[in-house]
C-alpha cells in the first residue's frame, strides 16, 4: 500500500485524529523551552555533529576497537549482515543459555529485524517491557508509531479498554493505575527472564561499553537481573570517548522530550565481574549492519549521524497529521522518509521521499545536523533517474519540458491560465475551488493570480524604457 | 563462506576508502583520541556546586536533606521514613555497613537487594551538580539493585564527592578505579514515564522517590 492510501486511512480516523491533536506540539514546546534554557545548545550541537562525523570517517577502526576493548572485558561482539542474521544469532544465545523468556527494553533494531516474531518461531518468549511497547506488544504486536514514544497515538480510554481484557482486571481511568498495573505484571518477568535484550543509544570505543538512557528504569532492569544480556543495535552507533558520550547526553533528552538528562543512563561493561553480587553472567553484543555500510562515503552518510532523538518527527507537520503508522515502516517521520527507502529499497517506498512538505524544520531542529529535507530531494532524484515515478508523472513533466522551451507556447499558456484562473476567482483575490484540481482547495484557497503575467509587465516596462 | 564480521569490516574498509597507505595513521589517531579525550562544550558552572545540586536534584524530583555530621546519617535516614510513612527495614549497601543503623532504630539487611525490598540505601561514586544526578558504580560493595528494585531509594551524597559535571565525574573514575565497574548509573530522581498520553507518572519501573542525605 502507498503512503497516500495509508495517509487517507489515518485522516479518516476521528479518534486518531483526536488522539494526534492532544499531543500536537507539546514535543517541541518542551524541546524549545529545555533549548531556550540551555545557553551551550548550538556549540553543543555544533560539536555533537562533529563527533558522529569523525566516527563515520574512520567507522571500520572504531569497531574494530570497540569490538577489541569489549572483549577484553569479557563481553562477546557478534555481527549480523541483516535483520534475519541478528535474529538467528540471538536465538543461538538463547538455545545455549536454555532460555525460555526474553524481557526486552527499547530497541529499534530489533523492530527492524523483527526479532519478536522470529522469537516466538523459536519457541522462546519475548516480553517488551517499555511500557509503550508492552501496551503494542499485548495489542497483538501492533506497530510503535514513534521512536520514543511508540503509544503516542492511543488515549488513555483505549489503554484502560486494553488492559481490563489482556489483564481480565476492572478498567481504570487513571494513567498512574494504569502504569501500576503494567508495573506489577512485568516485575515477576522481570525477576524470572532468563535473558534480557537492549538496544544501544551508544557504543563507547574507549571501554568497550553500551550506554542506555531510559526513563522508566525497565533498561536498568532488563540488563541486571536475567542471566544473559544481550545488546542489539546498528554498526554506526559508536563514539570515540566517554567525553564524548557527555556531549552526546546534553543533546539528546533535550531533543527528544526536553529533559535536561533522562533519569537513567547506564554504561554496562562486559559481564559481571568476581565479588560483585549483580549483574548477568553473559554479555553478547550483536551489531547489525541492516543496509548501514552502504551508505557510508555516500551521498546519504550524514543520515549515520542519526541518534534517534525523534525531534525531527516532532517538528514534522505531516507527521503530526498523519501519525506514524502512515509510514509503512519502523521509522517514521522525515528520518523514516530517508531510512526506509534506503534500508527496505527505493522501489518499497515509492511515495516516502515525497511525503514532505521540504518545510525544512526537521534539519533545523535535528540535534547532529543532518540535511534531511536535502536526502528527500536526492531520494527523488534518485527515483527519476530509476524511473521510478509514474508514467503519468512522468508525462507531465516530459510535457513540462517541451513547454518550458519554447517560450512562445509558455507565454501563450501561461495567459491562457491567467485567465482560466481570475475566472475561477469571480474578481475576488482567492481561489475558492480550483477548477481542474478541486483536492488543491479543499483545505485552503488558492491566491488568484495578478492581472498581467510577469512576461507582459517586462515586456512593457522594456517599451516605456525605450520610449 | 566469509563471516559476517568479514563482510561488514570489508564493506566498511572499501568505503573508508582503508588500504595499507592509511591504516596505520588511521589507528594511531583513534587511540590518540582515546588516550587524550576532548571534552566538548561544558557549561560554566557557579562556585556552590552544592547549592546548584540541590536545585537541579530538587527539578528533578529528587527530595533533599542535608546532613553535616555522618554518624548522623542513620538518625536523619530512620527520621525521613518516618514522616513519610515508609517501612523500616532499609537494604543497605555494604559500603554503608559501617554507620550505627540499628542505633537509629531501623532493622537494616546489609547487602545486595531482591525483590522483596522495599527501601534501598546506597552510597554514590561522586554526584553531578550540572544535572542534579548520582553517579553509582557498581561492584561487590554497592550493588546495582539496591537503587533499582526497591519502591524508595535513599542515596547517601559526602559533599566532597559532589562535581561539576559528568567529564569531571568520568576523569574521577579513570584516576580511582583499578577495576572498571560492571555498570555505572546515572541517577536523576524517581523513575517514570510518559508514554500514556505524554502524562508524566512516577514510578514507572524503577523507584517511586529517591531521598538524598548530603553528608558533610
Ligand atoms: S534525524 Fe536528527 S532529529 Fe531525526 S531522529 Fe535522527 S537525530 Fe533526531
Known amino acids: ?467 | 563462506m566469509s563471516s559476517a564480521r568479514d563482510d561488514i569490516l570489508g564493506a566498511l574498509r572499501c568505503r573508508t576508502g582503508r588500504g595499507p597507505d592509511n591504516a596505520a595513521a588511521a589507528c594511531a589517531h583513534v587511540e590518540r583520541t582515546i588516550l587524550q579525550p576532548r571534552s566538548g562544550p561544558r557549561p560554566s558552572m557557579p562556585e556552590d556546586l552544592v547549592a546548584l545540586f540541590v536545585e537541579r536534584a530538587q527539578a528533578m524530583i529528587s527530595t533533599v536533606d542535608l546532613c553535616p555530621d555522618p554518624a548522623q546519617v542513620p538518625a536523619r535516614c530512620a527520621r525521613w521514613l518516618r514522616e513519610q510513612g515508609l517501612p523500616l527495614d532499609p537494604v543497605v549497601a555494604p559500603s554503608l555497613a559501617d554507620l550505627d543503623w540499628r542505633g537509629a532504630g531501623l532493622e537494616v539487611r546489609i547487602g545486595a537487594a531482591g525483590g522483596g525490598d522495599r527501601v534501598g540505601v546506597t552510597g554514590c561514586f561522586r554526584a553531578i551538580a550540572e544535572t542534579g544526578t548520582l553517579m553509582l558504580c557498581s561492584g561487590p560493595d554497592s550493588p546495582a539493585v539496591n537503587s533499582l528494585l526497591p519502591e524508595t531509594h535513599v542515596a547517601v551524597v559526602p559533599r566532597a564527592h559532589i562535581v561539576a559535571d559528568m567529564e569531571a565525574a568520568w576523569q574521577a573514575a579513570r584516576a580511582e578505579l583499578a577495576v572498571w565497574p560492571r555498570a555505572v548509573n546515572f541517577v536523576s530522581g524517581p523513575s517514570r514515564t510518559a508514554d500514556i498520553e505524554q502524562t508524566i507518572v512516577l514510578g514507572a519501573h524503577g523507584p517511586y522517590r529517591v531521598h538524598l542525605l548530603i553528608v558533610g
Open chain 1, 1 to 467: 500500500m502507498y503512503f497516500v492510501d495509508r495517509v487517507r486511512q489515518r485522516l479518516d480516523d476521528t479518534e486518531l485524529q483526536r488522539n494526534l491533536k492532544r499531543t500536537r506540539g507539546r514535543n517541541a514546546a518542551s524541546r524549545a523551552a529545555a533549548v531556550a534554557a540551555f545557553t551551550d545548545f548550538d556549540a553543543v550541537r555544533t560539536r555533537a555533529t562533529e563527533i558522529r562525523a569523525s566516527v563515520l570517517r574512520d567507522l571500520d577502526i572504531w569497531l574494530e576497537r570497540f569490538e577489541q576493548k569489549a572483549a577484553e572485558t569479557g563481553a562477546t561482539v557478534l555481527w549480523a549482515r541483516d535483520g534475519d542474521e541478528a535474529c538467528r544469532l540471538i536465538i543461538d544465545i538463547a538455545r545455549r543459555h536454555g532460555v525460555r523468556t526474553v524481557v526486552k527494553s527499547k530497541s529499534m533494531v530489533s523492530e527492524e529485524a523483527g526479532l519478536n516474531a522470529a522469537l516466538e518461531q523459536a519457541g522462546i518468549r519475548p516480553v517488551e517491557t517499555d511500557l509503550g511497547e508492552y501496551i503494542l506488544q499485548i495489542n497483538d504486536n501492533e506497530a510503535p508509531s514513534h521512536i520514543i514514544m511508540p503509544v503516542i497515538h492511543k488515549s488513555k480510554e483505549q489503554v484502560s479498554e486494553l488492559f481490563a481484557r489482556v489483564h481480565g482486571t476492572a478498567p481504570k481511568t487513571d494513567i498512574e493505575d494504569l502504569t501500576r498495573e503494567a508495573r506489577e505484571k512485568l516485575r515477576p518477568e522481570f525477576l524470572g527472564a532468563d535473558m534480557g535484550l537492549s538496544g544501544g543509544n551508544f557504543l563507547i570505543a574507549e571501554t568497550g561499553s553500551v550506554a542506555i538512557v531510559t526513563n522508566e528504569g525497565n533498561g536498568r532492569l532488563c540488563t541486571t537481573m536475567p542471566r544473559v544480556h544481550v545488546a542489539l543495535t546498528g554498526i554506526e552507533k559508536v563514539v570515540p570517548t566517554l567525553d564524548d558520550l557527555s556531549t552526546l547526553l546534553r543533546i539528546l533528552p533535550r531533543s527528544a522530550t526536553g529533559q535536561a538528562i533522562t533519569n537513567y543512563v547506564s554504561l554496562l561493561t562486559g559481564p559481571k565481574q568476581a565479588g560483585d553480587p549483580d549483574g548477568p553472567e553473559h554479555m553478547y553484543f550483536v551489531l547489525v549492519d541492516g543496509g548501514r555500510a552502504d551508505l557510508l562515503g555516500g551521498d546519504f552518510e550524514s543520515m549515520l549521524r542519526c541518534i534517534r532523538c525523534g525531534a525531527c518527527m516532532n517538528h514534522c507537520p505531516v507527521y503530526q497529521t498523519v501519525g506514524g503508522h502512515s509510514y509503512g515502516w519502523v521509522y517514521p517521520g522525515p528520518m523514516g522518509s530517508v531510512l526506509t527507502p534506503l534500508y527496505q529499497g527505493l522501489d518499497q517506498a515509492l511515495d516516502l521521499p515525497q511525503a514532505a512538505t521540504l518545510c525544512n524544520q526537521c534539519s533545523v531542529v535535528c540535534p547532529v545536523s543532518i540535511p534531511l529535507p536535502e536526502l528527500m530531494r536526492k531520494l527523488r532524484e534518485k527515483q527519476v533517474e530509476r524511473g521510478l515515478r509514474p508514467w503519468s508523472e512522468r508525462l507531465g513533466m516530459r510535457l513540462w519540458a517541451w513547454v518550458a522551451a519554447r517560450p512562445w507556447l509558455y507565454a501563450i499558456g501561461s495567459r491562457i491560465a491567467v485567465r482560466y484562473l481570475r475566472w475561477l476567482a469571480e474578481g475576488r483575490d482567492r481561489i475558492q475551488v480550483m477548477g481542474v484540481a478541486p483536492g488543491w482547495t479543499s483545505q485552503r484557497d488558492f491566491p488568484a493570480p495578478a492581472e498581467r503575467t510577469f512576461r507582459d509587465l517586462y515586456a512593457a516596462q522594456r517599451r516605456g524604457g525605450r520610449r
